[in-house]
């Protein structure tokens, strides 16, 4: 079975720069999340698709920070534009839904973003 | 909210010794709790879990049991090995929105 794709691994960009991520969840996934992982530190969810309905985005800066989903597979998240703070690891996972039984969470292998 | 506070590193052990790895955490209800691990240049990896009080997850001769008492969720394993270098996660998902909390992670080194 694959498992989460993520693409770019790595991205380099300047401050102010816009830069987007890409995620295909496993197939049959229903539920999608986008967590930032800033080094040293645990990974925060920046926000949770239900198919391609947002669950919860309470921790997403959306001056600057937009994701879809919009066929409820593959997903992108976008930074316009980014900050030097904004470098972090960008993680993407799945898991077949919500609920006890269905929350187990598969991560890709995240993107590394470094802001200059 | 919900919070996950775990035992800061590094931790640096010799190969065969004992690990303990502790995971406190605060929610309401009753979340699930895990641990995960991400090894060098890899991304996270389930290592176990548990869902409900006292049970015990296992995996690759790591142990932790969900401690409701003690809101609880301690790592352990009774030899390690070089190949358990990594960083280790604790972290929980409430039981109402499912979304998983993660604490601060702990780096594991195992020297030969």
């Known amino acids: 079975e694959a498992g989460v794709a993520q693409s770019p691994r790595y991205k380099i960009i300047e401050k102010r720069q816009s830069v987007a991520f890409w995620c295909n969840p496993i197939?049959?996934?229903?539920?999608l999340y986008w967590y930032q992982q800033i080094l040293g530190q645990g990974p925060k969810l920046l926000i949770q698709?239900?198919?391609?309905?947002?669950?919860?985005d309470s921790q997403l800066p959306k001056d600057r920070f937009s994701a879809e989903r919009l066929k409820g597979v593959d997903s992108t998240l976008k930074i316009q534009p980014a900050k030097l703070e904004d470098s972090a690891v960008y993680l993407c996972?799945?898991?077949?839904?919500?609920?006890?039984?269905?929350?187990?969470?598969?991560f890709g292998p995240g993107t590394r973003l470094t802001v200059l | 909210g919900d919070s996950v506070t775990q035992m800061e590193g590094p931790v640096t052990l010799s190969e065969e010794a004992f690990l303990t790895i502790n995971c406190t955490y605060t929610?309401?209800?009753?979340?699930?709790l895990f641990w995960y691990v991400q090894y060098p240049g890899e991304g996270l990896q389930l290592l176990l879990k548990?869902?409900?009080?006292?049970d015990k997850g296992s995996n690759k001769g790591f142990e932790a049991t969900y401690r409701k008492e003690t809101t609880s969720f301690h790592l352990e394993k009774g030899s390690v090995q070089v190949s358990d270098s990594a960083v280790y996660f604790c972290?929980?998902?409430?039981?109402?929105?499912?979304?998983?909390?993660f604490g601060k992670g702990t780096l594991l080194t195992v020297n030969p």
């Open positions: 548990a869902t409900k009080a006292d």
């Open positions: 197939s049959g996934h229903a539920t």
């Open positions: 972290a929980l998902s409430g039981s109402s929105n499912y979304k998983l909390t």
């Open positions: 698709f239900q198919n391609n309905g947002v669950v919860d």
């Open positions: 996972a799945s898991s077949l839904g919500v609920g006890r039984n269905y929350n187990e969470q598969f």
């Open positions: 929610a309401t209800g009753y979340p699930s």
